[in-house]
């Protein structure tokens, strides 16, 4: 008997420990997918480890990063938010008008007013979205599809098409500097060039950490925070959970959706704001290509599609898989039009992966 019940225990843990592995696994699958495509290119191409090349992958990677910040929130509540491209392209707009109105003042008060056009772009749209699916019950993908609509046409309308550029000294750098030079002779200096460098010295001057990035990791910090840490983050992952249980337990679920649209189109515009520093311009569809690598970010990342779960840091992860992923295409030279299609087949494996952590769970 003794035997019997020893070999039937060892029976009986084979399958929990697989069930125990296949879902730490699926917890971090991201993180080693990182790590075989950053061993893949390194190993295969040139340059990809050079501190220029990784500056540059944070620096494309920052815009979306931020615009899917917001989004994180709305796929945890089992939402989706496919207006942020085109209110992210709006407020690039709205900001840009603005600052062209104010050629000849002080940078820092244009940049001020601009700023604040920019946010009131994503405030309207966030409070429109969040009345409509949280107030009139209207599903979030026809809402946000709706709002997308509207805010391309104002985009259009306002521009006229052509991009808005801003002619204002200065602008470039918030948006193109690093946290801090190097000069060999002149030393080290932060957020502005070594005292001193001129000329063709300026080639010599190394930067580290782009500005586009720490204002990305700012900002990723404080939404982990919020996430993690708050009321409101606990009532975002009730609502994605089970909203009907949510609600009997006297969480206020409409108002706590209102919250999240309204946070999802913020940092839109926001996003939209950084495009602005980096370009010196506006673009009505600056971030219509930014919407799927955003959405591809959050499901990369372990956000599931279906509700209930997502984590900030997984959203940084899937971020930096997308950027790894067409920084190594350019290096490769292939057409950039592929690296659509390498986000669509990512995502397709992301959810595949969402789905097999949903049936251990099972």
């Known amino acids: 008997m003794t035997v019997q019940s020893s070999g039937g225990v060892?029976?009986?843990?084979?399958?929990?420990?697989?069930?125990?592995?296949?879902?730490?696994?699926?917890?971090?699958w991201a993180w080693l997918f990182?790590?075989?495509?950053?061993?893949?290119?390194?190993?295969?191409?040139?340059?990809?480890?050079d501190l220029f090349n990784f500056q540059a992958m944070g620096a494309n990677m920052a815009i979306v990063l931020v615009l899917a910040l917001g989004q994180t929130f709305v796929i945890?509540?089992?939402?989706?938010?496919?207006?942020?491209?085109?209110v992210m392209g709006l407020a690039t707009i709205v900001i840009s008008l603005i600052m062209q109105h104010m050629v000849g003042q002080p940078l820092p008060v244009a940049l001020l007013a601009g700023t604040a056009g920019g946010l009131a772009v994503g405030l309207v749209a966030?409070?429109?979205?969040?009345?409509?699916?949280?107030?009139?019950?209207?599903?979030p993908f026809i809402a946000t599809l709706g709002t997308l609509g509207i805010a391309q046409g104002l985009a259009y309308v306002l521009s006229g098409g052509p991009p808005?550029?801003?002619?204002?000294?200065?602008?470039?750098?918030?948006?193109?500097?690093?946290?801090?030079?190097?000069?060999?002779?002149?030393?080290?200096?932060?957020?502005?060039?070594?005292?001193?460098?001129?000329?063709?010295?300026?080639?010599?001057v190394s930067g580290f950490i782009p500005l586009q990035l720490l204002y990305a990791l700012i900002l990723t910090g404080l939404c982990a925070w919020l996430l993690s840490s708050t009321q409101f983050g606990r009532h975002v992952y009730a609502i994605g959970g089970n909203a009907k249980a949510a609600l009997r337990a006297g969480i206020?679920?409409?108002?706590?959706?209102?919250?999240v649209y309204v946070l999802s189109?913020?940092?839109?515009?926001?996003?939209?704001?950084?495009?602005?520093l980096r370009y010196t311009g506006g673009v009505a569809n600056s971030g219509?290509?930014?919407?799927?690598?955003?959405?591809?970010?959050?499901?990369?990342?372990?956000?599931?599609?279906?509700?209930?779960?997502?984590?900030?840091?997984g959203t940084l992860v899937g971020a930096m898989i997308i950027a790894v992923i067409q920084n190594g295409l350019v290096l490769y030279g292939i057409d950039p039009f592929w690296q659509y299609a390498a986000v669509g087949a990512v995502i397709i494996l992301a959810v595949l992966a969402d789905q097999a952590k949903l049936r251990i769970a099972r």
């Open 34 to 49: 990182l790590l075989a495509l950053v061993l893949f290119f390194s190993a295969t191409t040139p340059h990809f480890f």
């Open 76 to 86: 945890i509540t089992g939402g989706i938010d496919l207006s942020v491209g085109y």
């Open 252 to 259: 206020p679920v409409k108002r706590n959706l209102m919250k």
């Open 126 to 139: 966030g409070l429109f979205n969040a009345f409509v699916v949280a107030r009139l019950g209207v599903s």
């Open 288 to 313: 219509d290509a930014l919407l799927l690598s955003s959405i591809a970010a959050i499901v990369i990342g372990g956000a599931s599609l279906f509700g209930g779960e997502g984590r900030i840091t």
């Open 164 to 204: 808005v550029s801003i002619p204002i000294p200065g602008l470039g750098q918030l948006g193109n500097g690093y946290v801090a030079y190097w000069h060999a002779q002149f030393g080290l200096s932060f957020f502005e060039m070594p005292a001193g460098v001129t000329g063709p010295e300026v080639r010599n």
């Open 10 to 28: 060892g029976s009986a843990d084979a399958p929990a420990a697989a069930t125990r592995f296949l879902k730490l696994l699926g917890r971090v």
């Open 265 to 276: 189109s913020v940092m839109a515009a926001v996003a939209g704001l950084m495009y602005v």
